[in-house]
């Protein structure tokens, strides 16, 4: 290779830094044995740029050059033991925003870690689905960079659109629901849930039943949402499970706004985020929340003096899914594609629905009968999901702009 092309090739990669452009010249340079990683090293500096490539670890470097810019973008294109063996290589994994007492993510990373012996970093675990996203952008290329991300459906569209992430199509990705991933591979579905009212029956006498029972004066201060809806995931899906309940639709969340300001008028909404500290401290009696979290407060409560009801409202039946995604410029590729394996084998599957949550192949592990009774009979009457709803990413945007038009002047007073 003459020096100018080497020069060409370098200011290539110099501009692009994309791991399926950027990093691939890299290593043709690098094999090339004109320069050595440290010469390139410095010319990455002194350009201002980092490059992916460059700042991985050497075993990710090794198993990058392997098998080209990044692993294989299906499991069947890479035997099963040798994914194993390239993420054993790599040691680690890094993930975000898992809150340890969120879906069973605690019991999930721990088996996951035992299974295959990786390390674990466990980065900002009440983190959002924005803050997950933005990780990615100003992480890359460090060795620090979320591996895995698990985020709501309209961020994993616009990280996908952004090229965020990276093209894997787990071994089981044939049986995940179509209207649960993204065609090409981008982005899948992980697990749903409904919104569900909770109660603390020490301080509520009667159950709730409905969104029009919410508004009596024996809740007076005592119903909270997880969060504010112009900022939190889990309180947008409460106001559309108002808003459905209201006479409004999925195309149309002003009702369920519409609900909260009389709600708040009546002295019954308390601006306070739902969590398991304000519901043992009896601060938030009354909770409006995924009905997964619902249920996992009753087990965590189920020693001490706390009773705890869980039920899906009649009427407005809403739910709505995570998504796994895989970083495009991953610090350890082959154990961010592992992790996702292990997700969506029978076994990670499971422990999503131990934890409360539908996973997204729950049809699939029911019709091949591997869902254990115990499991199905922890959760509500399948009747309770009856007719369930779920907005589509066109119908989420358009209801966040609503939100974020008359929520403050309606509702928080702001």
């Known amino acids: 290779m003459?020096?100018?092309?080497?020069?060409?090739?370098?200011?290539?990669?110099?501009?692009?830094?994309?791991?399926?452009h950027g990093d691939e010249v890299i290593r043709r340079v690098l094999q090339d044995g004109r320069l050595t990683r440290r010469q390139l090293l410095r010319r990455g500096a002194t350009a201002g740029v980092g490059l992916t490539i460059l700042s991985s670890p050497a075993t990710a470097l090794a198993g990058r050059t392997r098998f080209g810019a990044n692993p294989p973008t299906r499991g069947k294109s890479i035997k099963f033991a040798e994914l194993v063996s390239e993420a054993k290589k790599e040691g680690h994994l890094n993930v975000i925003a898992l809150p340890r007492d969120w879906a069973n993510y605690g019991e999930i990373l721990n088996t996951f870690k035992k299974k295959y012996g990786l390390d674990l970093t466990e980065d900002n675990p009440n983190g959002s689905s924005s803050q997950e996203n933005q990780a990615l952008r100003s992480l890359k290329g460090q060795s620090r960079a979320p591996d895995v991300v698990d985020v709501s459906p309209t961020f994993a569209i616009q990280g996908a659109t952004e090229g965020l992430y990276a093209v894997y199509?787990?071994?089981?990705?044939?049986?995940?629901?179509r209207a649960m991933k993204d065609g090409r591979g981008y982005w899948v579905g992980d697990y749903w849930g409904v919104v569900a009212f909770g109660a603390n029956r020490n301080v509520v006498k009667n159950m709730p039943g409905s969104w029009a029972d919410l508004l009596k004066p024996?809740?007076?201060?005592?119903?909270?949402l997880n969060g504010d809806p112009r900022t939190s995931g889990s309180a947008i899906a409460g106001v559309f499970s108002a808003s459905v309940a209201n006479g409004g639709s999925l195309n149309d969340i002003g009702p369920g706004i519409d609900f909260f300001a009389k709600l708040k008028q009546a002295g019954n909404y308390i601006p306070v985020d739902a969590t398991p500290a304000t519901v043992a401290s009896g601060q938030t009696p009354i909770t409006i929340d995924w009905d997964y979290l619902q249920l996992a407060y009753g087990k965590e409560f189920a020693k001490s003096s706390l009773k705890w009801t869980v039920g899906v409202p009649k009427g407005g039946v809403y739910g709505s899914y995570y998504c796994q995604a895989i970083n495009a410029s991953a610090p350890n590729p082959f154990a961010a594609r592992l992790w996702q394996e292990f997700l969506?084998?029978?076994q990670g599957q499971l422990l999503w629905l131990k934890g409360y949550s539908h996973p997204a192949r729950f049809q699939d592990l029911v019709k091949k009968k591997l869902v254990p009774k115990t499991l199905i009979n922890a959760l509500p009457s399948p009747q309770a999901y009856a007719g369930?709803?779920?907005?589509?990413?066109?119908?989420?945007?358009?209801?966040?702009?609503?939100?974020?038009?008359?929520?403050?002047?309606?509702?928080a007073g702001s």
Not at 2 to 20: C, G, N, S
Not at 218 to 224: N, Q
């Open 2 to 20: 003459e020096e100018h092309e080497l020069d060409e090739l370098i200011e290539r990669a110099l501009q692009e830094d994309e791991l399926e």
């Open 169 to 177: 199509k787990n071994r089981n990705f044939g049986t995940i629901p």
């Open 218 to 224: 024996e809740y007076k201060g005592k119903v909270a």
């Open 344 to 346: 969506y084998s029978t």
């Open 388 to 411: 369930v709803k779920f907005a589509n990413p066109t119908q989420l945007n358009k209801a966040k702009a609503k939100i974020a038009a008359e929520w403050g002047p309606k509702v």
